[in-house]
Nanobody
Framework: QAQLVESGGGLVQAGGSLRLSCVAS????????VGWFRQAPGKEREFVAA????????YYAEFAKGRFTISRDNAKNTVYLQMTSLNPEDTATYYC????????????????????WGQGTQVTVSS
């Protein structure tokens, strides 16, 4: 089973950008769906973005469309989340997840139900 470690979080001013990284070890995730979720204090975890396998499609939450970009580098066994135009509402702990595709399920569902998760990286956006 893969282990996932996120990095790249931090404190940024509104309007700024961050790139989160998620490095997998223990096995390759090239044939897995991968994605990012976030959880703010007092709120439930929510989906941010995902990249499915084998079709390689990207999926985004409405709030992420046009601002966030998910990508992966299979050679580095790493998933990225490029975030731009950040605002204080983006403040949260961001988690990456990886899971093999589930027949009949969306990549978001497969990640939520069966994914391997990292420990999270904190993103704080100041106004």
């Amino acid at each position: 089973q893969a282990q996932l470690v996120e990095s790249g979080g931090g404190l940024v001013q509104a309007g700024g950008s961050l790139r989160l990284s998620c490095v997998a070890s223990g096995r390759t995730i090239r044939s897995y769906g991968v994605g990012w979720f976030r959880q703010a204090p007092g709120k439930e975890r929510e989906f941010v973005a995902a990249n499915s396998w084998p079709d390689g499609k990207n999926y985004y939450a409405e709030f992420a469309k046009g601002r966030f970009t998910i990508s992966r580098d299979n050679a580095k066994n790493t998933v990225y989340l490029q975030m731009t135009s950040l605002n204080p509402e983006d403040t949260a702990t961001y988690y990456c997840a990886a899971a093999p595709p589930l027949r009949g399920a969306s990549v978001e569902r497969s990640l939520s139900d069966t994914g391997t998760w990292g420990q999270g990286t904190q993103v704080t956006v100041s106004s």
